[in-house]
């Protein structure tokens, strides 16, 4: 069955530190897998988007980075923000399916 | 901004009631979506449409129909409102040549 799992929950760290947020799926035959932002009460939000054959994929001060070997990606936010708060939502595409993580909420406090 | 809007933003009804969910789009995307949000779930699919009258069922489909008579508009009915489908609802059209989706704002709904 087609799933995606994301770790931790939630995450609270403070304003200038760094955080890795994890993704882990089981959606096959695997065609690429997005990180989501979503501020509270707003929609989601594209941050990155990363196919079979990219393993590192940056955007600003956010890093994603994906092995499909062990079908395992991971967010890593640097120098956070207060407006890093937010949720952030894995997504992985099959050729005819796409399943969302329950996603990590993160706070990030001064 | 991707050109999606949702309408209404905020709704509460009583169990029983007929509530529709409109969402319109600038885009003129061929695929567009309805999601429900719950917390501790992911975005789960209700329907789906990938051209005008061509809709399709998602894993959440049951008490939901759909339609699309335009290509910029996709309406979500829930006919008899029950309790469970308080929730909050995202519609999403997808850019055929990223394969990106764009989300609206949400539409929250509670049934009392």
């Known amino acids: 069955k087609n799933q995606v799992e994301q770790s931790p929950q939630s995450l609270i760290i403070l304003e200038g530190k760094n955080c890795t947020l994890q993704?882990?799926?089981?959606?096959?035959?695997?065609?690429?897998l997005r990180w989501y932002k979503q501020d509270t009460g707003r929609g989601p939000v594209s941050l990155t988007i990363m196919t079979f054959s990219e393993n590192t994929k940056s955007n600003g001060r956010y890093t994603a980075t994906l092995d499909a070997d062990t079908k395992q990606s991971s967010l890593h936010i640097t120098a956070s923000q207060l407006s890093d708060s937010a949720s952030y939502i894995c997504v992985v595409s099959a050729y005819y399916d796409m399943r969302f993580g329950a996603g990590t909420r993160l706070t990030v406090k001064p | 901004d991707a050109g999606i809007t949702q309408s209404p933003r905020h709704k509460v009804t009583e169990t029983g009631t007929p509530v529709t969910l409109r969402c319109h789009q600038t885009?003129?995307?061929?695929?567009m979506y309805w999601y429900r949000q719950d917390p501790g779930h992911g975005l789960r699919l209700i329907h789906y449409?990938?051209?005008?009258?061509?809709?399709d069922k998602g894993e959440v489909s049951d008490g939901y129909s759909v339609s699309r008579s335009k290509t910029e508009d996709f309406l979500l009915t829930l006919e008899s409102a029950t309790s469970s489908q308080t929730s909050v609802y995202f519609c999403a059209i997808k850019s055929e040549g990223t394969g990106e989706l764009f989300f609206g704002e949400g539409s929250r709904l509670t049934v009392l």
């Open positions: 449409s990938y051209g005008v009258k061509d809709t």
């Open positions: 885009e003129n995307h061929r695929y």
């Open positions: 993704c882990n799926y089981t959606v096959s035959p695997f065609s690429n």
